[in-house]
């Protein structure tokens, strides 16, 4: 007697894998989104006013082994991060994830760090001001300079620092400019003049 076979793939195939990968993912839909992959996300991160809080912002990922701090561009506030959100925080919604990782990173960086969303307004229409000041003589000082310009409405990115003598703002001009910049300044009790160090 002949045994009849179907001409079914054997299990490891790539016509089965494929068959495996869709039923699964129909008869789970929520797979997907609780397990999203690992991966790279980059990230703009408050609190890098001035190059040497580089290594600052190195030491506080060091406390979080969850993440892989991959890269850091500080001409634009970003960090390029290796992990995998749903290991991270099992359950949580993806659109929550940015908050989380801002909470964590304020959590271990005594909040002198934060994470929010990408800018969404393409660089071209945003305008770089530059405001010479005077008494910024610390970390600290400049910290809370900084502070007070990247909270105001329509500032992307700001930069203080006692070593350049200068705070720096990438604004979108519909939302502010220099003088609202200079103004916040000076109710924090910063002195705006002088001429910016080299």
């Not at 690992?38 to 580089?54: A, S, V, W």
Request: charged share 25%.
């Amino acid at each position: 007697m002949k045994t009849i076979r179907p001409n079914v793939p054997r299990y490891g195939s790539p016509v089965t894998s494929l068959l495996l990968l869709c039923l699964c993912t129909i008869a789970s839909p929520a797979c997907a989104e609780d397990s999203p992959t690992p991966g790279q996300f980059k990230h703009q991160i408050t609190g890098l006013f001035m190059p040497e809080r580089e290594q600052d912002l190195r030491d506080a990922f060091k406390k979080l082994p969850q993440f892989k701090l991959v890269s850091i561009d500080y001409a634009n506030a970003e960090v390029v991060l290796d992990y995998e959100p749903a290991k991270v925080w099992p359950g949580e919604k993806p659109e929550k994830y940015v908050g989380r990782l801002n909470d964590d990173l304020r959590n271990v960086s005594r909040a002198s760090f934060g994470v929010k969303s990408l800018r969404t307004k393409p660089l071209d229409k945003l305008k770089l001001v530059e405001i010479p000041v005077v008494g910024l003589d610390c970390k600290g000082c400049s910290f809370a300079a900084y502070e007070m310009v990247f909270k105001l409405p329509g500032v992307e990115r700001a930069t203080a620092s006692f070593k350049s003598g200068k705070v720096t703002a990438l604004v979108d001009p519909e939302l502010t400019d220099s003088s609202k910049l200079e103004e916040a300044l000076k109710m924090g009790g910063v002195e705006i003049g002088g001429q910016p160090k080299p």
